[in-house]
C-alpha cells in the first residue's frame, strides 16, 4: 500500500482527482442545505410569530380598551402554548399602562410610549414582534349609514420568542447533515480506493515484469487483468518479452558465431602479421641488388672518363633501377601477385644488349666470391625480341642472383636456349645452372612459396625475403611460359624456365597505339615549346623533374607551394601544371581547386604523389586533376601523361637507351639533404612543433618516394603512422634507428 500511495503514482492520482472535487461539492451541498434549512426555519419562527401578533392585536382591542385584565391574560395564554413564545407585551395609550405577560426578555422601563418597531428585531436571543391595537370598525349607531367610521388606535402589543429551539433545530440538522455527507465521503472514498486498485494495481504488476524484463528476467509473463486497454497492454509487453527473448537467442548464437569467427580471424591475422614481419625483415632479397648496382654504378660514372663506358653505365643503371621500381611495385601489391595480377609492357627491346647488361652486372659480383659467370646464347636466338624487358631481367636478375649467393666455389652459368616458334610467338628458354650446395628434393616443392626457404638458416647467413622465387614463378606464368628446379645436395642445382616473346617489331592491338622511338632526337624534343609549371616544395624533387622535363623540350616553372602556384598560373602563360598533393601553405587539392576556378581556360593538371593509396588519388581527380602520377615517377608515363593532357595523339615507348636516371644526381648532395631533415626532425620532436613536423616528414618522404630508395621510405612511412602516438623520446629514437639505418646499409657510399 506505501508503494502505491507514493506522491507521482497513479494509485494517488485517481485517488486525489476522485476525492477532491467531490469533497468539495459535498461541502456546498451541505452548506447550501444548512443555510438554506436554517433560513427556514427562521422564515417558519417569523411567520409564526407575525401571526400571533396580529391575532393577539385584533382580539385584545376591547380588552384593552375595556382594561379587562382576565380577557388579555386569556388571550395571552393561548399564545403563549406555542413552543417559541416566551411573553407578551401590551400598552395602554390612554392610561400609559404596561401590562406584562410571561418574559419578555428585557425592562419594560426602557420601552418609550411612542414605541414602534414594525418589522421583527433580534435582542439577546429573542426575536420581537410589533402590532398596532385599534378599535373595532364595527360602527356602534346604524342611524347614519354613510358616515365614515375612523378606528381608534388604543394601544400596542409586542410579541417575544426564543431562538433556543431554532438553534436546537439547527445544530441538529447540522449533525445530520455532516453525517451524512461523511458517510457520503467516506463510501465515495472506498469506491475511489476500489476503483483505483483496479487500474493501478495492474499497472503496479506490470511495473513490477517489466523492472524484471529489464534486470534480464524475460521468463516473466505480465498477468492480463483489469480493464480492456491494461489487458492489451499486458499481451503487448508479453509478445515484447517474446520477441526480445527470440533476439537474445539469436543474437546468442550470433555471437557464438562471430566470436568462433572472430577467433579464426585472428589466427589469421596472427599469421598474416607474422607474414608481414617476415616480409619487412627481409624484404631486402630483392631490392637489394638492384639497388647496389645503381649507386655502385652511379659513382663509378663520377671516375669514369670513357663516354663509351659512361653511356654502358647509364644502360645498366637504367635497367637496374626500372627492375628495382617494378619490384617495389610488386611487392606493394603482392596481395594480388596471381596469374594476371602482374601487367606486363610489352616493347620491341635488344635481347643481346639486355644479357650484355646482366653479364656486367653479375661478373662483378661472381668475381668477388672467386667465380665464374659464363653466359650461352645459342645461334637460333633472335637478337631482337618483342616483350617485357624489364619483367625477364627482373626473373634472370633473381635466379643468377640467388645462383651467386648460394655458390662459394665453382660456377655460375647461364644458358639461353630457342625452344619453340609458332606463327608470331617465339618461345625462349633460360637456365641457370650453379655449382653451389644444392637442395633436398623434398625441399624444392615449397620453395615457390611465399617468405620459405630451404634452411631457416639461410635468412641469418644471406638475408632475403624468401619471396625471390614466388615472383619469378607468377612472372613466368604471367610471360607464358613454366619454372622447375632440379638439384643434389653438394653438387649444385639448376633453374630453368620459358618465356614466350613476339618477333621484333610486332604490336599487339593492346599496344598498336604506341609510337616506336625514331631516334634520341624525336623523343627528346617531344615537350619541345610546353611551358610546364613544377608546384613541388622539395628542392631536390625541382631539379630532379625539371631536368628530366628540359631533356624533352619543355622550359619549366617552379612553384614552391600551392599559393605561389596559383599567382603563377594567373600571370604567365602554362600549359600543363605538374602539382604535388601535400605542399606548406596551400596544398595541391586546394590549389588545384582554386586555379580551375579563377581561370576559364584553366591548363590542364596532373598530380604527383608519393602516396600510393587510392583514395588520396581519387580527390585530387575530383579536385578537377585530369590524371595522378605517382612517385618514383615513371619517365615515360609522365611523358605520356602530359601530351595526352593536351590531347596530343603522339607518344613515347620504352627504350633502352633512355632513362629517368640518365639525369642522375650525386649521392653525397641527397644524403646531407636527408640528414639535414633528419637533424630538423629532432629539432621538431624536442620542441614539440607538432606544425613544423607536418612539412619535415612531407620533405623525407618526397625524397624516398621520388628516388625509390625503399628501405629507408618503409622507415620513414612507419615513423610517420605513429609518431603521434608517440612521446618525444621515442620518436628521437625512431630518427636515430633511420640515421644508423643509412650509416649501416651504405646508401650512399
Same mark, same amino acid.
Given at each position: 500500500?506505501? /508503494?502505491?500511495?507514493?506522491?507521482?503514482?497513479?494509485?494517488?492520482?485517481?485517488?486525489?482527482?476522485? *476525492?477532491?472535487?467531490?469533497?468539495?461539492?459535498?461541502?456546498?451541498?451541505?452548506?447550501?442545505?444548512?443555510?438554506?434549512?436554517?433560513?427556514?426555519?427562521?422564515?417558519?419562527?417569523?411567520?409564526?410569530?407575525?401571526?400571533?401578533?396580529?391575532?393577539?392585536?385584533?382580539?385584545?382591542?376591547?380588552?384593552? +380598551? /375595556?382594561?379587562?385584565?382576565?380577557?388579555?391574560?386569556?388571550? %395571552?395564554?393561548?399564545?403563549?402554548?406555542?413552543?417559541?413564545?416566551?411573553?407578551?407585551?401590551?400598552?395602554?395609550?390612554?392610561?400609559? #399602562?404596561?401590562?406584562?405577560?410571561?418574559?419578555?426578555?428585557?425592562?419594560?422601563?426602557?420601552?418609550?410610549?411612542?414605541?414602534?418597531?414594525? *418589522? &421583527?428585531?433580534?435582542?439577546?436571543?429573542?426575536?420581537?414582534?410589533?402590532? #398596532?391595537?385599534?378599535?373595532? &370598525?364595527?360602527?356602534?349607531?346604524?342611524?347614519?349609514?354613510?358616515?365614515?367610521?375612523?378606528?381608534?388606535?388604543?394601544?400596542?402589543?409586542?410579541?417575544?420568542?426564543?431562538?433556543?429551539?431554532?438553534?436546537?433545530?439547527?445544530?441538529?440538522?447540522?449533525?445530520?447533515?455532516?453525517?451524512?455527507?461523511?458517510?457520503?465521503?467516506?463510501?465515495?472514498?472506498?469506491? %475511489?480506493? $476500489?476503483?483505483?486498485?483496479?487500474?493501478?494495481?495492474?499497472?503496479?504488476?506490470?511495473?513490477?515484469?517489466?523492472?524484471?524484463?529489464?534486470?534480464?528476467?524475460?521468463?516473466?509473463?505480465?498477468?492480463?487483468?483489469?480493464?480492456?486497454?491494461?489487458?492489451?497492454?499486458?499481451?503487448?509487453?508479453?509478445?515484447?518479452?517474446?520477441?526480445?527473448?527470440?533476439?537474445?537467442? $539469436?543474437?546468442?548464437?550470433?555471437?557464438? $558465431?562471430?566470436?568462433?569467427?572472430?577467433?579464426?580471424?585472428?589466427?589469421?591475422?596472427?599469421?598474416?602479421?607474422?607474414?608481414?614481419?617476415?616480409?619487412?625483415?627481409?624484404?631486402?632479397?630483392?631490392?637489394?641488388?638492384?639497388?647496389?648496382?645503381?649507386?655502385?654504378?652511379?659513382?663509378?660514372?663520377?671516375?669514369?672518363?670513357?663516354?663509351?663506358?659512361?653511356?654502358?653505365?647509364?644502360?645498366?643503371?637504367?635497367?637496374?633501377?626500372?627492375?628495382?621500381?617494378?619490384?617495389?611495385?610488386?611487392?606493394?601489391?603482392?596481395?594480388?601477385?596471381?596469374?594476371?595480377?602482374?601487367?606486363?609492357?610489352?616493347?620491341?627491346?635488344?635481347?643481346?644488349?639486355?644479357?650484355?647488361?646482366?653479364?656486367?652486372?653479375?661478373?662483378?659480383?661472381?668475381?668477388?666470391?672467386?667465380?665464374?659467370?659464363?653466359?650461352?646464347?645459342?645461334?637460333?636466338? &633472335?637478337?631482337?625480341?618483342?616483350?617485357?624487358?624489364?619483367?625477364?631481367?627482373?626473373?634472370?636478375?633473381?635466379?643468377?642472383?640467388?645462383?651467386?649467393?648460394?655458390?662459394?666455389?665453382?660456377?655460375?652459368?647461364?644458358?639461353?636456349?630457342?625452344?619453340?616458334?609458332?606463327?608470331?610467338?617465339?618461345?625462349?628458354?633460360?637456365?641457370?645452372?650453379?655449382?653451389?650446395?644444392?637442395?633436398?628434393?623434398?625441399?624444392?616443392?615449397?620453395?615457390?612459396?611465399?617468405?620459405?626457404?630451404?634452411?631457416?638458416?639461410?635468412?641469418?647467413?644471406?638475408?632475403? %625475403?624468401?619471396?625471390?622465387?614466388?615472383?619469378?614463378?607468377?612472372?613466368?606464368?604471367?610471360?607464358?611460359?613454366?619454372?622447375?628446379? %632440379?638439384?643434389?645436395?653438394?653438387?649444385?642445382?639448376?633453374?630453368?624456365?620459358?618465356?614466350?616473346?613476339?618477333?621484333?617489331? +610486332?604490336?599487339?592491338?593492346?599496344?598498336?597505339?604506341?609510337?616506336?622511338?625514331?631516334?634520341?632526337?624525336?623523343?627528346?624534343?617531344?615537350?619541345?615549346?610546353?611551358?610546364?609549371?613544377?608546384?613541388?616544395?622539395?628542392?631536390?624533387?625541382?631539379?630532379?623533374?625539371?631536368?628530366?622535363?628540359?631533356?624533352?623540350?619543355?622550359?619549366?616553372?617552379?612553384?614552391?607551394?600551392?599559393?605561389?602556384?596559383? +599567382?603563377?598560373?594567373?600571370?604567365?602563360?602554362?600549359?600543363?601544371?605538374?602539382?604535388?598533393?601535400?605542399? &606548406?601553405?596551400?596544398?595541391?587539392?586546394?590549389?588545384?581547386?582554386?586555379?580551375?576556378?579563377?581561370?576559364?581556360?584553366?591548363?590542364?593538371?596532373?598530380?604527383?604523389?608519393?602516396?600510393?593509396?587510392?583514395?588520396? #588519388?581519387?580527390?585530387?581527380?575530383?579536385?578537377?586533376?585530369?590524371?595522378?602520377?605517382?612517385?618514383?615517377?615513371?619517365?615515360?608515363?609522365?611523358?605520356?601523361?602530359?601530351?595526352?593532357?593536351?590531347?596530343? #595523339?603522339?607518344?613515347?615507348? +620504352?627504350?633502352?637507351?633512355?632513362?629517368?636516371?640518365?639525369?642522375?644526381?650525386?649521392?653525397?648532395?641527397?644524403?646531407?639533404?636527408?640528414?639535414?631533415?633528419?637533424?630538423?626532425?629532432?629539432?621538431?620532436?624536442?620542441?614539440?612543433?607538432?606544425?613544423?613536423?607536418?612539412?619535415?616528414?612531407?620533405?623525407?618522404?618526397?625524397?624516398?618516394?621520388?628516388?625509390?630508395?625503399?628501405?629507408?621510405?618503409?622507415?620513414?612511412?612507419?615513423?610517420?603512422?605513429?609518431?603521434?602516438?608517440?612521446?618525444?623520446?621515442?620518436?628521437?629514437?625512431?630518427?636515430?634507428?633511420?640515421?644508423?639505418?643509412?650509416?649501416?646499409?651504405?646508401?650512399?657510399?
Amino acid at each position: 500500500m506505501k /508503494s502505491l500511495l507514493k506522491p507521482n503514482s497513479i494509485y494517488t492520482r485517481l485517488l486525489i482527482i476522485g *476525492l477532491i472535487p467531490l469533497a468539495l461539492l459535498s461541502m456546498l451541498m451541505g452548506y447550501y442545505i444548512i443555510s438554506s434549512q436554517r433560513a427556514e426555519l427562521l422564515s417558519n419562527l417569523q411567520d409564526t410569530g407575525r401571526i400571533a401578533v396580529h391575532q393577539i392585536a385584533e382580539n385584545a382591542a376591547f380588552a384593552l +380598551y /375595556s382594561g379587562d385584565r382576565e380577557s388579555l391574560d386569556s388571550l %395571552s395564554f393561548v399564545v403563549l402554548e406555542i413552543p417559541s413564545v416566551t411573553g407578551v407585551l401590551f400598552y395602554h395609550y390612554r392610561d400609559e #399602562q404596561t401590562i406584562t405577560i410571561g418574559d419578555i426578555g428585557f425592562e419594560t422601563e426602557v420601552l418609550s410610549k411612542d414605541f414602534k418597531r414594525e *418589522l &421583527p428585531f433580534y435582542v439577546d436571543g429573542h426575536w420581537y414582534f410589533y402590532s #398596532q391595537i385599534v378599535s373595532d &370598525p364595527a360602527p356602534v349607531m346604524d342611524y347614519d349609514e354613510t358616515a365614515q367610521y375612523e378606528p381608534e388606535r388604543i394601544g400596542w402589543v409586542l410579541l417575544s420568542l426564543t431562538d433556543k429551539i431554532l438553534q436546537q433545530k439547527e445544530h441538529s440538522f447540522i449533525l445530520t447533515t455532516a453525517i451524512v455527507v461523511s458517510l457520503g465521503l467516506l463510501l465515495t472514498f472506498w469506491l %475511489s480506493i $476500489r476503483i483505483g486498485r483496479t487500474v493501478s494495481e495492474p499497472l503496479y504488476k506490470l511495473t513490477e515484469v517489466v523492472a524484471d524484463m529489464e534486470a534480464g528476467n524475460l521468463g516473466r509473463v505480465a498477468p492480463e487483468e483489469g480493464t480492456i486497454e491494461l489487458g492489451q497492454l499486458a499481451r503487448g509487453i508479453n509478445e515484447l518479452a517474446t520477441t526480445v527473448r527470440e533476439s537474445n537467442m $539469436r543474437m546468442q548464437s550470433e555471437i557464438v $558465431r562471430a566470436t568462433s569467427q572472430l577467433k579464426d580471424t585472428l589466427a589469421e591475422l596472427e599469421d598474416a602479421m607474422e607474414a608481414k614481419d617476415q616480409f619487412l625483415a627481409r624484404m631486402s632479397h630483392e631490392l637489394r641488388t638492384p639497388l647496389t648496382a645503381v649507386l655502385g654504378f652511379s659513382n663509378i660514372l663520377f671516375t669514369e672518363d670513357s663516354e663509351s663506358k659512361r653511356q654502358q653505365h647509364l644502360q645498366v643503371i637504367q635497367r637496374c633501377s626500372n627492375v628495382l621500381l617494378t619490384m617495389i611495385d610488386d611487392i606493394l601489391d603482392f596481395s594480388k601477385a596471381e596469374l594476371g595480377g602482374f601487367s606486363l609492357k610489352k616493347t620491341d627491346f635488344e635481347l643481346d644488349k639486355l644479357i650484355d647488361d646482366l653479364i656486367i652486372l653479375f661478373r662483378a659480383q661472381a668475381q668477388e666470391k672467386g667465380l665464374e659467370f659464363e653466359v650461352v646464347i645459342e645461334e637460333k636466338v &633472335p637478337k631482337k625480341v618483342h616483350g617485357d624487358s624489364v619483367r625477364l631481367a627482373q626473373v634472370v636478375t633473381n635466379l643468377a642472383n640467388n645462383a651467386i649467393k648460394f655458390t662459394d666455389t665453382g660456377s655460375v652459368n647461364l644458358t639461353i636456349s630457342h625452344v619453340a616458334f609458332e606463327d608470331d610467338e617465339i618461345s625462349l628458354g633460360f637456365k641457370v645452372a650453379d655449382s653451389g650446395k644444392g637442395i633436398a628434393k623434398d625441399k624444392i616443392p615449397i620453395l615457390f612459396e611465399p617468405f620459405t626457404q630451404e634452411d631457416t638458416s639461410i635468412n641469418r647467413r644471406f638475408g632475403g %625475403s624468401g619471396l625471390g622465387l614466388t615472383i619469378a614463378k607468377k612472372l613466368v606464368h604471367a610471360m607464358g611460359g613454366d619454372i622447375s628446379i %632440379s638439384s643434389e645436395v653438394d653438387v649444385g642445382t639448376t633453374v630453368f624456365f620459358t618465356c614466350k616473346f613476339n618477333k621484333y617489331g +610486332y604490336h599487339d592491338e593492346e599496344n598498336s597505339h604506341e609510337l616506336a622511338p625514331k631516334g634520341q632526337a624525336q623523343s627528346r624534343t617531344v615537350l619541345s615549346g610546353l611551358s610546364i609549371l613544377l608546384a613541388e616544395d622539395n628542392s631536390f624533387n625541382q631539379q630532379f623533374l625539371c631536368k628530366l622535363l628540359e631533356g624533352y623540350g619543355a622550359v619549366c616553372l617552379i612553384a614552391k607551394d600551392g599559393l605561389e602556384a596559383i +599567382y603563377t598560373v594567373k600571370n604567365n602563360h602554362i600549359d600543363v601544371i605538374l602539382m604535388d598533393l601535400h605542399m &606548406p601553405v596551400v596544398d595541391g587539392l586546394l590549389a588545384t581547386k582554386t586555379i580551375i576556378l579563377q581561370n576559364v581556360d584553366s591548363p590542364p593538371i596532373i598530380g604527383l604523389t608519393a602516396d600510393i593509396t587510392e583514395s588520396e #588519388q581519387q580527390k585530387m581527380i575530383e579536385a578537377g586533376a585530369v590524371d595522378v602520377q605517382l612517385k618514383p615517377v615513371d619517365e615515360v608515363k609522365l611523358v605520356n601523361a602530359i601530351l595526352a593532357a593536351l590531347n596530343d #595523339q603522339r607518344e613515347i615507348s +620504352y627504350s633502352s637507351s633512355e632513362g629517368m636516371l640518365a639525369s642522375f644526381f650525386p649521392a653525397e648532395e641527397l644524403k646531407v639533404a636527408i640528414c639535414e631533415n633528419l637533424e630538423h626532425l629532432e629539432d621538431a620532436f624536442q620542441n614539440n612543433d607538432k606544425k613544423r613536423l607536418k612539412f619535415i616528414m612531407h620533405d623525407l618522404t618526397g625524397f624516398c618516394g621520388l628516388y625509390g630508395i625503399s628501405g629507408l621510405r618503409e622507415l620513414i612511412f612507419d615513423l610517420k603512422n605513429c609518431y603521434l602516438g608517440l612521446d618525444s623520446e621515442q620518436n628521437l629514437k625512431k630518427v636515430k634507428s633511420i640515421r644508423r639505418y643509412i650509416d649501416e646499409s651504405k646508401l650512399f657510399d
